[in-house]
T-cell receptor, first 111, second 114 residues
Framework: SQQGEEDPQALSIQEGENATMNCSYK?????LQWYRQNSGRGLVHLIL???NEREKHSGRLRVTLDTSKKSSSLLITASRAADTASYFC???????????WGAGTKLIIKP | DAGVTQSPTHLIKTRGQQVTLRCSPI?????VSWYQQVLGQGPQFIFQ???????GRGNFPDRFSARQFPNYSSELNVNALLLGDSALYLC?????????????FGQGTRLTVV
């Protein structure tokens, strides 16, 4: 079963523009993580935000978390061609031993 | 430092066969998790092992089994392969058993069942 759902499913923007992806989830969480996947290969961890945090930054990435709305957003500023990838949100559950993933947002950066 | 390594990278098997996938975690990581990712979907949790013990199991049939060795490497076995088992199998290692820490993923094993 999927806990997170990303929105939009696909996003195509011009290089230099900002990209925003959203994630909604269903149950209470301890943390939410964002990962990037290039061309169906391994996943790369981007940011982990805990349930008591509202915003986190890492370089050109900004993640927000709204636990009252059970949603998170990932903002990539000043996008580059290398940002072209699929982006996934993943949440833990009370069991704590597994990550539950959404279906991902496919981001294409046009030169 | 070497990252998470998985072998083989690609595999083609026939329906009904058995397959073994291997994963070596990052040095010092005692937790290994396995995920199945079907094309166009997010990963689905299969197993987690920590300190050689199974900590969790996802909603997969008994045809799927795994184990973790004393050096913390792990194997995922799938018996009686079905066409629907075709997927990217991902291994992730982490320092702790719970998911409050970053998980590091290998590049995956692409399994094709024909």
């Amino acid at each position: 079963s999927q806990q997170g759902e990303e929105d939009p499913q696909a996003l195509s923007i011009q290089e230099g523009e900002n990209a925003t992806m959203n994630c909604s989830y269903k149950t209470s969480i301890n943390n939410l993580q964002w990962y990037r996947q290039n061309s169906g290969r391994g996943l790369v961890h981007l940011i982990l935000i805990r349930s008591n945090e509202r915003e986190k930054h890492s370089g050109r990435l900004r993640v927000t978390l709204d636990t009252s709305k059970k949603s998170s957003s990932l903002l990539i500023t000043a996008s580059r061609a290398a940002d072209t990838a699929s982006y996934f949100c993943a949440t833990d559950l009370d069991s704590n031993y597994q990550l539950i993933w959404g279906a991902g947002t496919k981001l294409i950066i046009k030169p | 430092d070497a990252g998470v390594t998985q072998s083989p990278t690609h595999l083609i098997k026939t329906r009904g066969q058995q397959v073994t996938l291997r994963c070596s975690p990052i040095s010092g990581h005692k937790s290994v998790s396995w995920y199945q990712q079907v094309l166009g979907q997010g990963p689905q949790f299969i197993f987690q092992y920590y300190e050689k013990e199974e900590r969790g199991r996802g909603n997969f049939p008994d045809r799927f089994s795994a184990r973790q060795f004393p050096n913390y490497s792990s194997e995922l076995n799938v018996n009686a392969l079905l066409l629907g088992d075709s997927a990217l199998y991902l291994c992730a290692s982490s320092l702790l058993w719970d998911m409050n820490t970053e998980a590091f993923f290998g590049q995956g094993t692409r399994l094709t069942v024909v």
